[in-house]
Nanobody, 119 residues
Framework: QVQLVESGGDSVQPGGSLRLSCVVS????????MAWYRQAPGKERELVAA???????DYGDSVKGRFTISRDNAKKMVFLQMDSLKPDDTAVYYC?????????????WGQGTQVIISS
């Protein structure tokens, strides 16, 4: 069984920083694309950042220049460094990944971690 578990969500003031982590566990053959998405109350889930197995990176327009995604393939982890946080960054942040097992290649989601930006 594959699991993605996020951590690092917190409540911080505008202008602050947070670092989110996500670890993948289970009977895994390979991890392909990994990404962070977020969903604010009343809004659709949106892409924050994505990183391929080879290291190609994409960011949502609203976070470019402020957020940095990285991954550690050996540790089966993906990170999101969030700087210059704004109230609009308040959301539940979800880690997702295209995980290859012996049976299939499936996109899995974590349970989410809450980020609140407020003064």
């Amino acid at each position: 069984q594959v699991q993605l578990v996020e951590s690092g969500g917190d409540s911080v003031q505008p202008g602050g920083s947070l670092r989110l982590s996500c670890v993948v566990s289970g009977n895994i053959v390979s991890i392909l694309d990994m990404a962070w998405y977020r969903q604010a109350p009343g809004k659709e889930r949106e892409l924050v950042a994505a990183v391929s197995k080879g290291g190609a990176i994409d960011y949502g327009d609203s976070v470019k220049g402020r957020f940095t995604i990285s991954r550690d393939n050996a540790k089966k982890m993906v990170f999101l460094q969030m700087d210059s946080l704004k109230p609009d960054d308040t959301a539940v942040y979800y880690c997702g990944g295209n995980i290859v097992t012996w049976r299939s290649s499936v996109w899995y989601w974590g349970q989410g971690t809450q980020v609140i930006i407020s003064s």
